[in-house]
């Protein structure tokens, strides 16, 4: 049976830069609040012309350029996203076709913040069951168009960014070890966005009730997240025999620094073995897992042979843990070296003239009617 290496990563996060004094510019909050309750002192916006598709892009090419892999070699892509492009189509075939990944599969997957977990697992699953090679994983948003600028409770919590990993199959042992996935549907009403949905469909009314916005019970979601990250991320552990002693570094959802002590403490690991950007990132969903480790992996925190585990949890409410072994790109088996980034010509080309061919095929069909 295979194993499903990471091999490839990358993140793009957009550059504006929106601080907590900024924010206490629009609401009733200031840094301090924020500091003490969140760990958060600044969050990165999307400009306008900048949404999850073009933050995955970026993110996913960058995966693709350290895994020396071209886009034309990927089978399956899945993008994981609280703020999608649209319901449909998915944001992951918008991807498929801008970065010339001419024979992927490609879907989207909503698992909220958790969301990063569930599809490595699943891309993992695939290439461990010996179906696909390659496969590219992306957690992007743009939640910011999301949330009310006027609701202390959230706009002070979420920020904007990306980040993807490349999955390949190879016969040495290492890759994602284990991993465990849950839900609880009965707690949906705690964290929503109802709006524009089958349920709600836009109309004067949703827009007038806020119902296009993030709305957060903020407590019933702290609470349910300190009782689960300790526990699922030492369930995973379980799962592939190992312990906490085993482990180089647990990347956690970053919501809330308090959160992430609370881990902690439950798995009686010190605080330095944790890796935390939510102070300068803020929460960036499905992105932040990603964000967080590609961050360890450039400051040379997270080394080849590490083990870690990544945890979160989110809207749903899901939660999740995976454990992985960190090995890097797989030894070239030619000397070819690969430019993902010169695909991204070819593929707005070749989208073009698809399109150019499906206007032309149209006027023809029309006739013969
Ligand atoms: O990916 C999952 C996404 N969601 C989460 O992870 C959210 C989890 N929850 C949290 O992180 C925390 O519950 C929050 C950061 C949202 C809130 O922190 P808290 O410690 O639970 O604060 P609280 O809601 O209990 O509010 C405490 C006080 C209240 O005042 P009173 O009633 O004690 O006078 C609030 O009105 O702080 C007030 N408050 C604020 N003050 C300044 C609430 N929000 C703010 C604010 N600035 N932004």
Not at 73 to 95: G, H, N, Q, V
Not at 200 to 219: F, I, L, N, R, S
Not at 285 to 308: M, R, W, Y
Request: aromatic share 8%.
């Amino acid at each position: 049976m295979p194993y499903a290496h990471i091999t490839g990563w990358g993140i793009s996060v957009p550059e504006p830069v929106l601080t907590n004094d900024d924010i206490a510019k629009m609401v009733d909050t200031n840094d301090e609040w924020i500091r003490d309750r969140t760990g958060i002192r600044e969050r990165h916006i999307a400009r306008e012309d900048e949404f999850p598709s073009t933050l995955g892009i970026d993110a996913a090419v960058k995966a693709l350029q350290v895994a020396n892999l071209a886009p034309t070699e990927i089978d399956l892509i899945i993008c994981t996203s609280s703020s999608p492009e649209y319901i449909f189509p998915a944001t992951a075939c918008i991807i498929q076709d801008q970065i010339g990944a001419t024979k992927a599969g490609a879907f989207d997957l909503l698992a909220a913040c958790s969301g990063f977990i569930y599809a490595t697992n699943m891309a993992a699953q695939a290439i461990r069951s010996g179906s696909i090679k390659n496969a590219l994983v992306i957690g992007t948003e743009t939640l910011s168009r999301f949330i009310n600028w006027k609701d202390r409770n959230t706009c002070i919590l979420f920020g904007d960014g990306a980040g993807a990993f490349v999955l390949q199959a190879s016969e040495k042992p290492g890759g994602v070890l284990s991993a465990v996935m849950h839900s609880d549907g009965s707690g949906a009403d705690s964290l929503t966005l109802l709006g524009g949905g089958a349920r709600h469909p836009a109309t004067e009314t949703t827009v007038h009730e806020g119902k296009h916005y993030v709305q957060m019970d903020g407590k019933a979601v702290f609470r349910f997240a300190t009782r689960v990250m300790g526990q699922a991320a030492k369930e995973a552990l379980d799962l592939a025999n190992l312990t906490t002693n085993d482990i180089q570094w647990i990347v956690p959802h970053q919501a809330n620094y308090r959160i992430i002590e609370t881990a902690a403490k439950y798995l009686k690991m010190p605080m330095d073995k944790f890796v935390i950007n939510v102070d300068r990132y803020g929460n960036t969903s499905t992105a932040s897992i990603p964000i967080a480790t590609v961050e360890a992996v450039q400051n040379n925190q997270i080394k080849n042979g590490d083990k870690l585990v990544f945890v979160g949890f989110g809207a749903g409410l899901t939660w999740g843990a995976l454990v992985a072994e960190w090995t890097g790109p797989l030894p070239s088996t030619s000397r070819r070296h690969v430019h993902p980034e010169q695909y991204r010509f070819f593929a707005r080309l070749r989208s073009f003239v698809r399109r150019a061919l499906r206007f032309i095929e149209g006027l023809f069909s029309r006739r013969e009617l």
